[in-house]
Structure formats: structure tokens, C-alpha cells
């Protein structure tokens, strides 16, 4: 964007972003300005305005008759009020464009646009999705003390002044959005029972019943949301989270402690919400025990209760839902004598909204920290899953089941060991990488050597930084010389790939298909049968009978196009089947159905969790972080030494290997008890590792671990103790065993 002199006034920047073949509006009033920038490359977008005119002359390439998307973005405007009649189209990205093009302009009179980057859906065996574009918005307005557009047509729209506090009152069923507008601000929350109040009764949130129910420091968007009050009833819940990060142990602020720091009279929040809630007949309090949204504290090891600034970023907000009438108050807290509020306090802002909205619930992810927010979204396969459990859990931005209702993980785990089970594994990140350069990026990004990969060959690999320790692990599908797909669970990957490629000057594209393919794994000794009745394929390409361990195929499920690899993640023979999320519930219900004979059932994260550790099977966080390297990791067979061409963290990984100080072992348990990720593993008074996954195995009658020890010690048949409680007070013996502890010689799989 255009530079502006050392003395001109401060700006403020809005950043949005409009998804992939989703149209977003926006606002610009005269002298704003705008950058729309193409993070992937090879993203076209359509721009609708308005009103004539309001770039000057030749601004922006028109857009040409009937482009795609062209409808979708008048319907947008249209909702805004705009007159269809005086639109006007341009084109502001060409198909060929490199990562990180930029089209600028500014706007010369108020308009109103939509922006939609173009493309359909991708069919899953090309690699056409169409990506996000970035839009920022450079105003000379205030740079500071802006909130964020409303989510909906507001009932109540309430300024919170710094250091000041504020009730009011909210409806059962309607919503409270809390907002820190400038960033790093807390905000404390109270809300009392409206109708007991009426009774000459008090019965307000209880942060100590709220941890005791939700076995949670906070509640959080999903299953255990609710804040409750001493009678343990329910007074609101968590919709929607942007920061992640609360108090819910400490008092809001009072005057006792800021006469204790050497500030005697300062502003407490204490003290503002007694005179904010006395027309309600609350009696005052010398401390209010509050939801501390914002508020960034620790509990650590030593009991220690620790805070610093906030989380929050400008705009970012709680979304909670009465759940009966209440008397609300909120605070923008004073404190200004430590980092609590950033050292300056800042407004706070609360919108309610009608009942009869309909927000979604999440959390939210951001890829970088200077990434927008992204709400936590349900798979296509969601309308399913939701219809046979409410155990719903947040996991790397996407609902997913922990297990299903009807008879539980147990149940699920036999089902895939004994049978046939089908899991919902669309969070898993799939990127497209295509070029000329394509192989060569990706032999530069991996560990595997991508020279022999055949084209409808898939491998398993690790991805490192340069010091040697794991990016994340993932599979590599050759779809043709020079285009791949590279599956993960990270988002990092996508911009990783493409600042490594901007680096090495190689002419690649990495462009991001994960809402483009979801996919669920259809794993179990049935599997094969189950999916060979349902999956034509062309007679170039390999049926599901024919397919061989780490190979894929095109074809179509009962009519749906989809991609089927012979991959994944439970150590028995399976498949990962590949669609549109537009056409995944067509996807399960004909598994399903073509299933229902062998006794098929669907498995959520709990089992899973089971049938991978007793496959020997790493999981990000647990085996594995930038920390730890493919070798520590058990993992080292994706390490081959005969990978001649230099990788990223090709020559850590030569020293390392040389030279291990960790391995990854089994452990067989001499115990019943629960063994659990982050237990300390020792030898007498030392500890000498950690164990990252254990699991009681079903099918073993025992409790198996996973644990990264000192080479030292890691000779099977040696002799250890898990340490509980403090470490040394209890122990728990265990053996280093090899592992996979189930089908060590992967016969199943292979079969």
C-alpha cells in the first residue's frame, strides 16, 4: 500500500478475508484505501460495487459478461440494500498471478462491495480449488476505540468507557457478545438469576460450582459450556470464543487490592459494578467473584496463581446465550499498575441479540498469529455424525465425535478390530502442490525421497525445520510428474511450503484444498469387501480389490466422484475415501448402507485413540513436536539414508541419527491403574523420560504405553517405574517392549 509520511496522522487497518467461492462485503468510504492480496496465486476474484464511479476511471479491469460467482456477489449486495441497477463488475486477479500478488486501489466516493473469489467445487482428483483472498482497509479514521461490525441487528448496543462498568438487562434465550475493541483488555462478567432477584433472592454465577460441574478451569464452545450458580442451575452458556484464554479463579479488582500494591482509592471494578447493580437491589460486595473474560492467568506447577497481558487482539469477543432472564453487568477493568489490561486500560463493548438468531458455535483458530480468526466449522460428514451423538469436541478447528451415544468407544473399538468402522477425519489439511517445480519443492520439504514415489503412489513422512525437529508428519499422494497432494494435520504447512518455495525462486503453487475434500477412513477387516461393492473405478485405474498398501485410486462411489487410498490410521487393513463436503452425507450413507451387513459402525476420537497407540501410530503434541525429531519420534524409517539431495533439516538429522539421546519405546504396564500422556517415566530417584501415549488395549488385556526415554535405558526388557502423584511417592512398574504391541508385523494392514 502506499506510504505515508512520518507525520501524518495514525491509520487504522482492517483485515478481512473472503473464502474460497464464498462472497464477503465490505465498506469504503472516500479516501479509504484497499489492498486485495492472493496469499496462493492463480486466484481470480470478482469485485461487484455499488455504485459507478467510485475508483475513477480505469481503476480496476472491468469484469467480463457472466463471470462466475457474478450472481452470488449481486445477491450479496443486494441483502445490503444496493441497487442491482447501478453495480459495477471488475476483475482484480488474473488465474497466472504468482503467491503474494497485490491489487490496489482507493475509493473516491462511499460504496459498498462483495468481493468473491471464483471457482466451484473441486471434484477430488483435480487440484483447482479456489482459495481465500486477504483484503486491507487503510482509513484515516481513529485507529483505535472501533468495534468490529455487528454479528446481527443488535438490541442492545452498549459502550463500555475505560475503568468504568455497566448492567443491563438480557432475555432468556438472547445473546451477549462481549468485545475487546482496542485489544488486551479484561472485561469482568456478572449475571445474576432475574426472576429470584424479583423474590428478594441473589443468586448470581458461581465460578466455583461452574469448575466443579464443567471439570474445566473455563467452559468453553460445545459439550461443557454452561456457567452455573450456587443452586447448580445453568444461567448462560459459551457460543462462540475468539481468544481462548479466561479467568475464572480470582476476584475482579478491589480497593483492598490496590491498597495492599500502594494505591489506595484507585478504581476498582469492585466498586463500579457495586454502584452499576444497586438500582437492581444487589447488595454490594468488597470483592465480586466474576467470569474474567480476557483475563490472562496461570495456575503452574507450584500452585502459583501468575498473570500477563491478555490474549485478546482488537475485536475479539465472547459469545454467551442466556439461558434464563437475567441482570447483567460488565466491566472494562481499571487495573493499570501491572500488565492485567496491556498497563492501559481500554472500552469494552456488548452487543445482546435476539433470541431467534442463529449463531454457530466455535472456537477460534488463527493459521499465524497475525492470521484472521477462523471459527471452528462442521465437516459435510456433520449431518450424520450430529444425528447419532452430541458428544462433540473441538479438535484442530473442526466438531468432531469423541464417541457416539448408542453403546460408546468400547463398542466402536471391537467394531474396527473385529469388523468394519467409518470415522469423520476431515480436519486432516490437504494441500495442492502443482508446477514445474513441484517435485523439487516437495524434495526439499520432506524427509521421504520424492523421486521414487510413482505416480498413485502415496508415502508416509515426516517434515522438519532446520535444526532437525518435526513440522508434522503426514502422506504425500503422486497424482502426477509434477503435481502432488500433501495431507497433514498442520496449517502451517500450507504457508511453510510456500516460503520455502519463494526462497529457492521455484515456480510451484501451494494452494490449500481442506475445504475442498473431506474424507472419512472406512478401516477393518471387512473393509475391502465393504468397499469394492460400492467403488467403480475406470479401467485405468486399479479397483479397490486391486489396490495395493499406500496406493490410490479414482473412481466413483455409488455415482459421487471420489479418490480412495489404501492408508490409514488403526493398524488394520483400511481405506480413506475422498469427496466434496457437498456430497459427504451421500458418501456415508452409502458406506453405511453397503456396511449395515458386516455390523459397521461409526468411530469417534476416543476409540481411535485406542486402536492407534496399540498400533505404534504418532500423533502430533504427544510423539511429536518441534522439539523432537523424526527418530525420537519412532518414526525414523521416514528418515531413509539414501536420500542424496539436501532437505530442510537433512544435515540435523544426519547428526542426530548418529548421535540419539532419546528413543521412542513400548511399555507393557505391570498395573490396571491409569497411565496417562506427560507421566514421568524413572530408573530409582531419576527421571529418564515421559511417557506420551498409554491406553488400556482391549484386545491385549493390558495397559500399553508409548514413552520417549534416554537411550540409556531404552534396551527392551529394561525394568521401569512410572511416577504418579509428585513422582516419587507412587510408582507404577512397567518393561520396554518393542511396539506396534498390536500386529507387530503389520500383517493386518499389509493383507
Same mark, same amino acid.
Given at each position: 500500500?502506499?506510504?505515508?509520511?512520518?507525520?501524518?496522522?495514525?491509520? $487504522?487497518?482492517?483485515?478481512?478475508?473472503?473464502?474460497? =467461492?464464498?462472497?464477503?462485503?465490505?465498506?469504503?468510504?472516500?479516501?479509504? $484505501?484497499?489492498?486485495?492480496?492472493?496469499?496462493?496465486?492463480?486466484?481470480?476474484?470478482?469485485?461487484?460495487?455499488?455504485?459507478?464511479?467510485?475508483?475513477?476511471?480505469?481503476?480496476?479491469?472491468?469484469?467480463?459478461?457472466?463471470?462466475?460467482?457474478?450472481?452470488?456477489?449481486?445477491?450479496?449486495?443486494?441483502?445490503?440494500?444496493?441497487?442491482?441497477?447501478?453495480?459495477?463488475?471488475?476483475?482484480?486477479?488474473?488465474?497466472?498471478?504468482?503467491?503474494?500478488?497485490?491489487?490496489?486501489?482507493?475509493?473516491?466516493?462511499?460504496?459498498?462491495?462483495?468481493?468473491?473469489?471464483?471457482?466451484?467445487?473441486?471434484?477430488?482428483?483435480?487440484?483447482?480449488?479456489?482459495?481465500?483472498?486477504?483484503?486491507?482497509?487503510?482509513?484515516?479514521?481513529?485507529?483505535?476505540?472501533?468495534?468490529?461490525?455487528?454479528?446481527?441487528?443488535?438490541?442492545?448496543?452498549?459502550?463500555?468507557?475505560?475503568?468504568?462498568?455497566?448492567?443491563?438487562?438480557?432475555?432468556?434465550?438472547?445473546?451477549?457478545?462481549?468485545?475487546?475493541?482496542?485489544?488486551?483488555?479484561? @472485561?469482568?462478567?456478572?449475571?445474576?438469576?432475574?426472576?429470584?432477584?424479583?423474590?428478594?433472592?441473589?443468586?448470581?454465577?458461581?465460578?466455583?460450582?461452574?469448575?466443579?460441574?464443567?471439570?474445566?478451569?473455563?467452559?468453553?464452545?460445545?459439550?461443557? *459450556?454452561?456457567?452455573?450458580?450456587? &443452586?447448580?442451575?445453568?444461567?448462560?452458556?459459551?457460543? &462462540?470464543?475468539?481468544?481462548? &484464554?479466561?479467568?475464572?479463579?480470582?476476584?475482579?479488582?478491589?480497593? %483492598?487490592?490496590?491498597?495492599?500494591?500502594?494505591?489506595?482509592?484507585?478504581?476498582?471494578?469492585?466498586?463500579?459494578?457495586?454502584?452499576?447493580?444497586?438500582? !437492581?437491589?444487589?447488595?454490594?460486595?468488597? =470483592?465480586?467473584?466474576?467470569?474474567?473474560?480476557?483475563?490472562?492467568?496461570?495456575?503452574?506447577?507450584?500452585?502459583?496463581?501468575?498473570?500477563?497481558?491478555?490474549?485478546? $487482539?482488537?475485536?475479539?469477543?465472547?459469545?454467551?446465550?442466556?439461558?434464563?432472564?437475567?441482570?447483567?453487568?460488565?466491566?472494562?477493568?481499571?487495573?493499570?499498575?501491572?500488565?492485567?489490561?496491556?498497563?492501559?486500560?481500554?472500552?469494552?463493548?456488548?452487543?445482546?441479540?435476539?433470541? *431467534?438468531?442463529?449463531?454457530?458455535?466455535?472456537?477460534?483458530?488463527?493459521?499465524?498469529?497475525? @492470521?484472521?480468526?477462523?471459527?471452528?466449522?462442521?465437516?459435510?460428514?456433520?449431518?450424520?455424525?450430529?444425528?447419532?451423538?452430541?458428544?462433540?469436541?473441538? !479438535?484442530? =478447528?473442526?466438531?468432531?465425535?469423541?464417541? !457416539?451415544?448408542?453403546?460408546?468407544?468400547?463398542?466402536?473399538?471391537?467394531?474396527?478390530?473385529?469388523?468394519?468402522?467409518?470415522?469423520?477425519?476431515?480436519?486432516?489439511?490437504?494441500?495442492?502442490?502443482?508446477?514445474?517445480?513441484?517435485?523439487?519443492?516437495?524434495?526439499?520439504?520432506?524427509?521421504?525421497?520424492?523421486?521414487?514415489?510413482?505416480?498413485?503412489?502415496?508415502?508416509?513422512?515426516?517434515?522438519? !525445520?532446520?535444526?532437525?525437529?518435526?513440522?508434522?508428519?503426514?502422506?504425500?499422494? &503422486?497424482?502426477?510428474?509434477?503435481? #502432488?497432494?500433501?495431507?497433514?494435520?498442520?496449517?502451517?504447512?500450507?504457508?511453510?511450503?510456500?516460503?520455502?518455495?519463494?526462497?529457492?525462486?521455484?515456480?510451484?503453487?501451494?494452494?490449500?484444498?481442506?475445504?475442498?475434500?473431506?474424507?472419512?477412513?472406512?478401516?477393518?477387516?471387512?473393509?475391502?469387501?465393504?468397499?469394492?461393492?460400492?467403488?467403480?473405478?475406470?479401467?485405468?485405474?486399479?479397483?479397490?480389490?486391486?489396490?495395493?498398501?499406500?496406493?490410490?485410486?479414482?473412481?466413483?462411489? @455409488?455415482?459421487?466422484?471420489?479418490?480412495? *487410498?489404501?492408508?490409514?490410521?488403526?493398524?488394520?487393513?483400511?481405506?480413506?475415501?475422498?469427496?466434496?463436503?457437498?456430497?459427504?452425507?451421500?458418501?456415508?450413507?452409502?458406506?453405511?448402507?453397503?456396511?449395515?451387513?458386516?455390523?459397521? %459402525?461409526?468411530?469417534?476420537?476416543?476409540?481411535?485413540?485406542?486402536?492407534?497407540?496399540?498400533?505404534?501410530?504418532?500423533?502430533?503434541?504427544?510423539?511429536?513436536?518441534?522439539?523432537?525429531?523424526?527418530?525420537?519420534?519412532?518414526?525414523? #524409517?521416514?528418515?531413509?539414508?539414501?536420500?542424496?539431495?539436501?532437505?530442510?533439516? @537433512?544435515?540435523?538429522?544426519?547428526?542426530?541419527?548418529?548421535?540419539?539421546?532419546?528413543?521412542?519405546?513400548?511399555?507393557?504396564?505391570?498395573?490396571?491403574?491409569?497411565?496417562?500422556?506427560?507421566?514421568?517415566?524413572?530408573?530409582?530417584?531419576?527421571?529418564?523420560?515421559?511417557?506420551?501415549?498409554?491406553?488400556? +488395549?482391549?484386545?491385549? =488385556?493390558?495397559?500399553?504405553?508409548?514413552?520417549?526415554?534416554?537411550?540409556?535405558?531404552?534396551?527392551?526388557?529394561?525394568?521401569?517405574?512410572?511416577?504418579?502423584?509428585?513422582?516419587?511417592?507412587?510408582?507404577?512398574?512397567?518393561?520396554?517392549?518393542?511396539?506396534?504391541?498390536?500386529?507387530?508385523?503389520? +500383517?493386518?494392514?499389509?493383507?
Amino acid at each position: 500500500m502506499d506510504a505515508r509520511s512520518p507525520n501524518s496522522e495514525p491509520t $487504522r487497518v482492517t483485515k478481512l478475508v473472503a473464502r474460497g =467461492g464464498e462472497p464477503v462485503v465490505f465498506e469504503l468510504s472516500a479516501g479509504d $484505501r484497499c489492498r486485495i492480496v492472493d496469499p496462493e496465486g492463480q486466484q481470480a476474484g470478482l469485485l461487484l460495487a455499488s455504485a459507478e464511479g467510485a475508483f475513477g476511471a480505469a481503476a480496476l479491469p472491468p469484469l467480463a459478461e457472466g463471470a462466475e460467482g457474478h450472481s452470488a456477489a449481486v445477491a450479496a449486495l443486494a441483502a445490503r440494500g444496493a441497487d442491482p441497477a447501478r453495480f459495477e463488475g471488475f476483475r482484480i486477479a488474473s488465474e497466472d498471478g504468482a503467491p503474494g500478488a497485490a491489487v490496489d486501489f482507493e475509493a473516491k466516493a462511499p460504496v459498498t462491495l462483495a468481493l468473491i473469489p471464483e471457482g466451484g467445487a473441486m471434484a477430488p482428483d483435480e487440484q483447482t480449488p479456489p482459495t481465500d483472498l486477504k483484503i486491507e482497509i487503510e482509513t484515516s479514521a481513529p485507529a483505535k476505540g472501533v468495534a468490529p461490525a455487528p454479528l446481527a441487528s443488535p438490541k442492545l448496543d452498549l459502550r463500555i468507557d475505560a475503568a468504568t462498568a455497566s448492567a443491563y438487562l438480557v432475555k432468556a434465550g438472547d445473546y451477549i457478545q462481549i468485545i475487546d475493541v482496542d485489544g488486551r483488555q479484561c @472485561s469482568d462478567f456478572l449475571a445474576f438469576d432475574a426472576a429470584a432477584l424479583s423474590q428478594g433472592e441473589e443468586f448470581g454465577l458461581d465460578p466455583t460450582v461452574t469448575r466443579t460441574l464443567m471439570a474445566t478451569a473455563n467452559p468453553g464452545p460445545g459439550l461443557h *459450556s454452561k456457567y452455573f450458580d450456587a &443452586r447448580l442451575k445453568p444461567l448462560v452458556e459459551i457460543v &462462540r470464543d475468539t481468544v481462548g &484464554r479466561h479467568d475464572a479463579f480470582l476476584l475482579a479488582c478491589n480497593s %483492598k487490592y490496590y491498597e495492599d500494591m500502594g494505591y489506595p482509592g484507585h478504581d476498582n471494578c469492585t466498586d463500579n459494578f457495586n454502584r452499576a447493580l444497586q438500582p !437492581y437491589g444487589i447488595k454490594p460486595k468488597a =470483592g465480586w467473584p466474576a467470569i474474567n473474560f480476557f483475563y490472562n492467568t496461570t495456575v503452574g506447577a507450584d500452585d502459583k496463581i501468575t498473570m500477563d497481558e491478555p490474549w485478546s $487482539r482488537p475485536g475479539d469477543y465472547v459469545l454467551l446465550r442466556a439461558l434464563t432472564d437475567l441482570v447483567c453487568a460488565s466491566s472494562s477493568c481499571t487495573d493499570d499498575i501491572d500488565p492485567a489490561n496491556g498497563w492501559s486500560p481500554t472500552d469494552i463493548h456488548v452487543r445482546v441479540y435476539d433470541a *431467534s438468531e442463529n449463531f454457530s458455535r466455535g472456537i477460534a483458530h488463527r493459521m499465524t498469529p497475525d @492470521s484472521e480468526p477462523r471459527l471452528t466449522r462442521e465437516s459435510g460428514f456433520h449431518p450424520r455424525t450430529a444425528a447419532l451423538t452430541r458428544k462433540f469436541v473441538e !479438535y484442530r =478447528g473442526f466438531w468432531l465425535a469423541d464417541c !457416539y451415544s448408542d453403546e460408546g468407544p468400547i463398542a466402536e473399538y471391537w467394531a474396527c478390530r473385529e469388523r468394519a468402522a467409518i470415522m469423520d477425519l476431515s480436519p486432516l489439511r490437504k494441500f495442492e502442490v502443482i508446477g514445474p517445480d513441484a517435485e523439487a519443492l516437495m524434495q526439499l520439504a520432506v524427509t521421504r525421497d520424492m523421486k521414487k514415489l510413482a505416480v498413485n503412489q502415496v508415502v508416509y513422512t515426516a517434515m522438519c !525445520y532446520e535444526h532437525g525437529g518435526m513440522i508434522d508428519d503426514g502422506t504425500v499422494f &503422486r497424482i502426477g510428474q509434477d503435481n #502432488f497432494r500433501w495431507i497433514c494435520g498442520e496449517d502451517y504447512c500450507g504457508v511453510h511450503l510456500r516460503e520455502l518455495a519463494a526462497r529457492h525462486g521455484l515456480k510451484v503453487w501451494v494452494k490449500t484444498a481442506t475445504d475442498q475434500l473431506h474424507n472419512v477412513g472406512v478401516q477393518g477387516p471387512k473393509s475391502r469387501e465393504i468397499l469394492d461393492g460400492i467403488v467403480a473405478t475406470p479401467p485405468a485405474e486399479p479397483t479397490v480389490a486391486e489396490l495395493k498398501w499406500f496406493r490410490f485410486t479414482v473412481g466413483r462411489l @455409488s455415482g459421487i466422484p471420489v479418490v480412495v *487410498s489404501r492408508t490409514g490410521y488403526t493398524g488394520e487393513l483400511g481405506y480413506e475415501v475422498f469427496c466434496h463436503p457437498s456430497r459427504a452425507t451421500e458418501v456415508w450413507d452409502a458406506i453405511m448402507q453397503a456396511g449395515e451387513p458386516h455390523g459397521i %459402525k461409526p468411530l469417534g476420537l476416543l476409540a481411535l485413540d485406542m486402536v492407534r497407540i496399540e498400533a505404534g501410530l504418532a500423533f502430533s503434541g504427544y510423539e511429536f513436536c518441534d522439539q523432537t525429531d523424526p527418530f525420537e519420534a519412532g518414526i525414523g #524409517f521416514s528418515v531413509p539414508k539414501d536420500k542424496t539431495d539436501p532437505y530442510v533439516g @537433512s544435515e540435523a538429522l544426519k547428526r542426530r541419527r548418529e548421535t540419539p539421546s532419546k528413543k521412542l519405546v513400548g511399555l507393557e504396564v505391570l498395573s490396571n491403574e491409569a497411565i496417562g500422556h506427560g507421566d514421568c517415566v524413572h530408573v530409582g530417584r531419576a527421571q529418564i523420560g515421559v511417557v506420551t501415549s498409554a491406553t488400556r +488395549s482391549p484386545i491385549l =488385556g493390558k495397559t500399553i504405553a508409548l514413552a520417549r526415554l534416554d537411550v540409556t535405558y531404552a534396551e527392551l526388557g529394561t525394568k521401569l517405574e512410572i511416577g504418579k502423584l509428585d513422582g516419587q511417592q507412587k510408582r507404577i512398574a512397567a518393561t520396554v517392549v518393542g511396539f506396534p504391541h498390536y500386529d507387530p508385523t503389520k +500383517s493386518r494392514v499389509r493383507a
